[in-house]
């Protein structure tokens, strides 16, 4: 008798200790971390960035000058091109309709040409579609695919997805052909996890209703900030009357303007700083 | 006789209840502004206004400069006018020089075609040309197309259709947004139009020369046909919209238009209009009507059915529905309120709108009624009413179905024994029901002969045109109708010509169902049931081409023979003659003549050559339906009610 309560109580133990014993996951955390832990920065060698515009067609210019945005800041703090995948319909810059042939504006002062030289553009045209982009993140390519298309990190990058383009209720719609699925995206990083892809992941997201895209992530380390709640739109930002519509959205306006301003110290900037910039006045939307 | 039907008593509160759905429809009609819906861009890649129109005072001044210019050389070529086509063709030349003046790679080309005005055939001549997208591929285009007149009146800086599309070639020649080609298309009539679209969309031999090139610019997506007098200021833009046999373009198009003009300073709510200047129907304006039937919306939202009812297109944009082009007509109404360098901007800004789609504009209506450019109502909405109006006609169909159906209990062998006892000379002594099925499906046939009646009304006239031409006509005119100068004479001579021909052909369809029949006595209901069946066919299929005509078909058809039937007093039979005199053939042309202005042959000969032209529904209904209708239902009335009892005998 005592025997079997010995038994049954280390069994018990054994049980419970373990389950307060596993890290816990962060999922979606909804409010802002502080920066990097200093036990994270060891693991953290390099940095990569996905940037997928998914939309085409010329009236959704803003989402392309949106990418080609993201482009040019993050090459400016740093990723080279080389650890920068870019997915763009890339139709806007040479269609019959632009005013100015050759160039992408995002702002309607026209100082600063997005498409000007240096451009790496890796997935272009209908190459843009789900297939491709989650085999990009989860590594599973032809053996033919070269190794600029492809996201070859490990478990010390950090990387950066920014999508933008038309979506809804957890979906992303994909060129008018197709959709991501807010479940398709969560097993994707899922099994980057498992294949040890990523150290952390900052998923930033600039489309109608974008919020509900990052709902169903159960992997760790991921921090995802969308630019709208269920039922709201995000709203662009300026149109330009030269070329006759809008020519970037709100969210990735103050997103691009916050790094700009803070380029002097970029070292000491953190996330939360980034959060607090955005509020209901000028986005139109809930960003979180 | 046997107990009467349940559906015999039921009947009566059906009728009832038809009256007071079709009362209700009617008023319904006049609730159409109230419930009206305001438009809204659906096709997203359009986004009319956004982009910034440069069309300048400057394009303005070269506009009127052409408008002037060519004025003076027409003043110069009066010598021709007893000479219409030599006149046509220099006109053209003079365009031409003009339009290469502008631009070397324009390549303006001179397009002759057949017209047949009055009676004679002539060859015309009208311009046309394609300026080219440079960074475009070639396979769309938007066409813009204007008609030059005889006599201008002159106008200090005024702008005609001419000069506009001019100087927006001129402007469009330094624009770097163009992804589809223009077509500009610079006429002399309105059928120059139809006949220049049928040699682009006809599929063409190689030219032999160069004579016989015709630039094309791949499929046009949409046309804008410019209607100005030479004016520098207007009052208010006019669209008009209804193309051949009542089709419109899609919405969308029309939204674009309302929508740049209000960017650019117009105020879209009170200055802008779909009724075209002068307004074609002034008694809707008319003071004695009620207050609520003439305020603006109501006289637009009339306007617009009687425009989509005749069938007629409002201007040359409706040979574009043929080939599923959308396609408008832009006027202006003279004042002062704006300067003419707006209609440039409108124009430009819509064509900038129009470039930015990348398919056929296909999110929008293509069926609705406008009460005012910024209020619509959709099909799902306009036809609530027109389900309400035809509701006696159906009602009393089912009916007639239902006590068809009642006595026809089919069973050839019954019929066969009939007929066997008949030769045998035995009379029938069998139960009601098996004697009524033979009377009954003949009646029905019999009602339909009256179809082929009017089949034969629809076919002959189309024979005798192709036939008599010319010399022949006049001669039958001046036989037929030499009573031109006795007041109504036309109208007395029409009428007993319809009455005489109608009682011959009704005596002659009655030797037919007498022949058919036998000794059988004719069965009303189903004699109705037959008459019905192509006004029951016809109208409700129709209303989803044009609406317009069939719902004041319906309301002239509906109430009035619903009702008719053998009748046991003569004071009801007296009512309905009366009835069917006041909708008689006659009497309705003798009405639309006198509100149109003109007089009946001349109206029929309309009603024929329309729907020639533009298949347009008044002669087809007229002769295949109407016709037929109205005199059949004179034979229905002239049954006896006692008619269906076997007992008595068919006198």
């Given at each position: 008798?005592?025997?079997?309560?010995?038994?049954?109580?280390?069994?018990?133990?054994?049980?419970?200790?373990?389950?307060?014993?596993?890290?816990?996951?962060?999922?979606?955390?909804?409010?802002?971390?502080?920066?990097?832990?200093?036990?994270?920065?060891?693991?953290?060698?390099?940095?990569?960035?996905?940037?997928?515009?998914?939309?085409?067609?010329?009236?959704?210019?803003?989402?392309?000058?949106?990418?080609?945005?993201?482009?040019?800041?993050?090459?400016?703090?740093?990723?080279?091109?080389?650890?920068?995948?870019?997915?763009?319909?890339?139709?806007?810059?040479?269609?019959?309709?632009?005013?100015?042939?050759?160039?992408?504006?995002?702002?309607?002062?026209?100082?600063?040409?997005?498409?000007?030289?240096?451009?790496?553009?890796?997935?272009?045209?209908?190459?843009?579609?789900?297939?491709?982009?989650?085999?990009?993140?989860?590594?599973?390519?032809?053996?033919?695919?070269?190794?600029?298309?492809?996201?070859?990190?490990?478990?010390?990058?950090?990387?950066?997805?920014?999508?933008?383009?038309?979506?809804?209720?957890?979906?992303?719609?994909?060129?008018?052909?197709?959709?991501?699925?807010?479940?398709?995206?969560?097993?994707?990083?899922?099994?980057?996890?498992?294949?040890?892809?990523?150290?952390?992941?900052?998923?930033?997201?600039?489309?109608?209703?974008?919020?509900?895209?990052?709902?169903?992530?159960?992997?760790?380390?991921?921090?995802?900030?969308?630019?709208?709640?269920?039922?709201?739109?995000?709203?662009?930002?300026?149109?330009?009357?030269?070329?006759?519509?809008?020519?970037?959205?709100?969210?990735?306006?103050?997103?691009?303007?916050?790094?700009?301003?803070?380029?002097?110290?970029?070292?000491?900037?953190?996330?939360?700083?980034?959060?607090?910039?955005?509020?209901?006045?000028?986005?139109?939307?809930?960003?979180? | 006789?046997?107990?009467p039907l349940p559906l015999y008593q039921r009947r009566k509160?059906?009728?009832?209840?038809?009256?007071?759905?079709?009362?209700?429809?009617?008023?319904?009609?006049?609730?159409?502004?109230?419930?009206?819906?305001?438009?809204?861009?659906?096709?997203?890649?359009?986004?009319?206004?956004?982009?910034?129109?440069?069309?300048?005072?400057?394009?303005?001044?070269?506009?009127?400069?052409?408008?002037?210019?060519?004025?003076?050389?027409?003043?110069?070529?009066?010598?021709?006018?007893?000479?219409?086509?030599?006149?046509?063709?220099?006109?053209?030349?003079?365009?031409?020089?003009?339009?290469?003046?502008?631009?070397?790679?324009?390549?303006?080309?001179?397009?002759?075609?057949?017209?047949?005005?009055?009676?004679?055939?002539?060859?015309?001549?009208?311009?046309?040309?394609?300026?080219?997208?440079?960074?475009?591929?070639?396979?769309?285009?938007?066409?813009?197309?204007?008609?030059?007149?005889?006599?201008?009146?002159?106008?200090?800086?005024?702008?005609?259709?001419?000069?506009?599309?001019?100087?927006?070639?001129?402007?469009?020649?330094?624009?770097?947004?163009?992804?589809?080609?223009?077509?500009?298309?610079?006429?002399?009539?309105?059928?120059?139009?139809?006949?220049?679209?049928?040699?682009?969309?006809?599929?063409?031999?190689?030219?032999?020369?160069?004579?016989?090139?015709?630039?094309?610019?791949?499929?046009?997506?949409?046309?804008?046909?410019?209607?100005?007098?030479?004016?520098?200021?207007?009052?208010?833009?006019?669209?008009?919209?209804?193309?051949?046999?009542?089709?419109?373009?899609?919405?969308?198009?029309?939204?674009?238009?309302?929508?740049?003009?209000?960017?650019?300073?117009?105020?879209?709510?009170?200055?802008?209009?779909?009724?075209?200047?002068?307004?074609?129907?002034?008694?809707?304006?008319?003071?004695?009507?009620?207050?609520?039937?003439?305020?603006?919306?109501?006289?637009?939202?009339?306007?617009?059915?009687?425009?989509?009812?005749?069938?007629?297109?409002?201007?040359?944009?409706?040979?574009?529905?043929?080939?599923?082009?959308?396609?408008?007509?832009?006027?202006?109404?003279?004042?002062?309120?704006?300067?003419?360098?707006?209609?440039?901007?409108?124009?430009?800004?819509?064509?900038?709108?129009?470039?930015?789609?990348?398919?056929?504009?296909?999110?929008?209506?293509?069926?609705?009624?406008?009460?005012?450019?910024?209020?619509?109502?959709?099909?799902?909405?306009?036809?609530?009413?027109?389900?309400?109006?035809?509701?006696?006609?159906?009602?009393?169909?089912?009916?007639?179905?239902?006590?068809?159906?009642?006595?026809?209990?089919?069973?050839?062998?019954?019929?066969?024994?009939?007929?066997?006892?008949?030769?045998?000379?035995?009379?029938?002594?069998?139960?009601?029901?098996?004697?009524?099925?033979?009377?009954?499906?003949?009646?029905?046939?019999?009602?339909?002969?009256?179809?082929?009646?009017?089949?034969?009304?629809?076919?002959?006239?189309?024979?005798?045109?192709?036939?008599?031409?010319?010399?022949?006509?006049?001669?039958?005119?001046?036989?037929?109708?030499?009573?031109?100068?006795?007041?109504?004479?036309?109208?007395?001579?029409?009428?007993?010509?319809?009455?005489?021909?109608?009682?011959?052909?009704?005596?002659?369809?009655?030797?037919?169902?007498?022949?058919?029949?036998?000794?059988?006595?004719?069965?009303?209901?189903?004699?109705?049931?037959?008459?019905?069946?192509?006004?029951?066919?016809?109208?409700?299929?129709?209303?989803?081409?044009?609406?317009?005509f069939c719902t004041m078909a319906a309301a002239i058809v509906?109430?009035?023979?619903?009702?008719?039937?053998?009748?046991?007093?003569?004071?009801?039979?007296?009512?309905?003659?009366?009835?069917?005199l006041i909708v008689s053939p006659p009497a309705l042309l003798?009405?639309?003549?006198?509100?149109?202005?003109?007089?009946?042959?001349?109206?029929?000969?309309?009603?024929?050559?329309?729907?020639?032209?533009?298949?347009?529904?008044?002669?087809?209904?007229?002769?295949?339906?109407?016709?037929?209708?109205?005199?059949?239902?004179?034979?229905?009335?002239?049954?006896?009610?006692?008619?269906?009892?076997?007992?008595?005998?068919?006198?």
């Open positions: 008798h005592l025997r079997t309560i010995v038994l049954l109580l280390c069994a018990l133990l054994f049980i419970i200790i373990p389950s307060y014993a596993s890290p816990s996951s962060s999922s979606s955390s909804s409010t802002p971390s502080s920066s990097h832990a200093p036990s994270n920065s060891t693991r953290h060698t390099n940095n990569w960035a996905v940037l997928v515009c998914t939309s085409r067609f010329w009236f959704n210019y803003r989402h392309i000058s949106n990418v080609l945005g993201f482009y040019r800041t993050v090459k400016k703090l740093g990723i080279p091109d080389s650890q920068i995948i870019v997915m763009l319909a890339d139709d806007m810059a040479c269609n019959p309709r632009n005013v100015y042939p050759g160039s992408i504006f995002n702002n309607e002062n026209h100082k600063l040409d997005l498409y000007g030289e240096h451009v790496e553009v890796d997935y272009r045209g209908y190459e843009v579609n789900v297939e491709n982009f989650i085999r990009l993140l989860t590594g599973r390519h032809d053996p033919s695919v070269t190794r600029s298309k492809r996201l070859l990190t490990d478990e010390r990058s950090n990387i950066l997805v920014y999508m933008t383009g038309h979506g809804g209720d957890e979906f992303l719609k994909f060129q008018d052909a197709e959709e991501l699925s807010s479940h398709d995206l969560a097993d994707a990083f899922a099994q980057m996890h498992s294949k040890k892809r990523y150290n952390e992941i900052l998923f930033m997201v600039d489309t109608c209703q974008a919020n509900t895209l990052y709902k169903q992530f159960y992997s760790p380390n991921i921090i995802a900030i969308g630019s709208s709640r269920l039922g709201e739109n995000s709203y662009s930002h300026h149109s330009d009357s030269d070329l006759g519509l809008s020519v970037i959205d709100r969210f990735t306006y103050h997103t691009l303007e916050f790094f700009e301003n803070k380029q002097r110290n970029i070292n000491n900037v953190s996330l939360l700083q980034l959060f607090k910039t955005y509020n209901y006045d000028k986005l139109g939307s809930h960003a979180e | 006789m046997s107990a509160q059906l009728r009832v209840l038809s009256v007071v759905l079709f009362l209700v429809g009617l008023f319904s009609l006049t609730q159409f502004p109230q419930h009206a819906h305001r438009t809204y861009v659906s096709e997203n890649a359009l986004m009319p206004g956004s982009a910034r129109v440069d069309y300048s005072s400057k394009d303005l001044e070269a506009a009127a400069r052409t408008t002037h210019d060519f004025i003076q050389f027409q003043k110069t070529i009066k010598h021709l006018s007893g000479d219409l086509p030599s006149w046509s063709r220099s006109c053209a030349e003079w365009i031409v020089s003009r339009l290469q003046d502008l631009n070397c790679d324009l390549d303006p080309r001179i397009f002759s075609y057949n017209v047949s005005l009055a009676g004679r055939q002539e060859t015309r001549y009208q311009v046309y040309a394609v300026l080219k997208a440079p960074k475009a591929d070639g396979t769309e285009s938007i066409a813009l197309t204007t008609r030059w007149h005889w006599h201008h009146k002159e106008a200090a800086n005024g702008v005609s259709g001419l000069g506009l599309l001019v100087s927006i070639l001129g402007h469009l020649r330094t624009s770097r947004w163009m992804a589809k080609d223009i077509i500009v298309l610079i006429s002399d009539t309105d059928q120059g139009v139809r006949s220049w679209l049928d040699k682009y969309h006809a599929p063409h031999t190689y030219a032999s020369s160069d004579d016989d090139v015709f630039p094309r610019a791949g499929s046009i997506q949409a046309a804008i046909n410019f209607d100005l007098p030479a004016t520098s200021t207007f009052d208010q833009i006019t669209l008009s919209l209804e193309g051949y046999n009542g089709q419109l373009p899609n919405l969308d198009l029309t939204n674009t238009i309302v929508r740049v003009a209000r960017v650019e300073g117009l105020n879209t709510d009170h200055k802008m209009s779909l009724i075209a200047h002068p307004a074609p129907y002034p008694f809707l304006s008319s003071p004695y009507l009620p207050d609520e039937l003439t305020t603006p919306m109501m006289t637009t939202l009339f306007t617009f059915m009687i425009n989509q009812a005749k069938g007629v297109p409002t201007g040359p944009h409706g040979a574009f529905n043929t080939y599923h082009i959308d396609a408008v007509t832009v006027g202006v109404s003279p004042g002062t309120s704006y300067n003419s360098v707006m209609i440039g901007r409108v124009a430009v800004g819509t064509l900038r709108s129009l470039n930015n789609l990348l398919e056929r504009l296909h999110q929008s209506f293509y069926f609705y009624v406008l009460c005012s450019p910024t209020h619509y109502l959709s099909i799902g909405e306009y036809m609530i009413p027109f389900g309400l109006l035809v509701a006696p006609l159906l009602v009393e169909f089912l009916c007639l179905v239902f006590v068809f159906a009642d006595t026809q209990v089919t069973r050839p062998r019954d019929i066969a024994e009939a007929h066997m006892l008949k030769r045998e000379g035995k009379t029938v002594t069998q139960g009601e029901h098996s004697m009524r099925q033979l009377p009954a499906l003949l009646s029905v046939v019999c009602g339909l002969l009256f179809l082929a009646l009017g089949l034969a009304l629809y076919v002959l006239p189309l024979f005798a045109r192709r036939l008599l031409s010319g010399v022949g006509v006049l001669v039958m005119e001046a036989t037929l109708f030499p009573v031109g100068y006795i007041p109504f004479g036309y109208e007395i001579e029409f009428f007993l010509i319809y009455v005489i021909l109608g009682a011959i052909a009704v005596r002659f369809l009655g030797s037919v169902t007498r022949a058919l029949l036998g000794n059988l006595p004719i069965d009303p209901s189903s004699f109705k049931l037959g008459i019905m069946i192509p006004v029951a066919v016809f109208i409700p299929c129709m209303s989803l081409l044009n609406f317009s509906a109430p009035v023979y619903s009702f008719l039937g053998p009748s046991y007093n003569h004071k009801q039979r007296l009512m309905q003659a009366l009835a069917l003798m009405a639309i003549s006198y509100f149109g202005n003109t007089n009946v042959p001349a109206l029929m000969d309309a009603i024929l050559d329309q729907h020639l032209l533009y298949r347009s529904l008044a002669y087809p209904f007229l002769t295949l339906v109407y016709i037929p209708l109205h005199l059949a239902a004179c034979r229905l009335i002239s049954l006896s009610p006692y008619e269906h009892s076997p007992t008595k005998k068919d006198k």
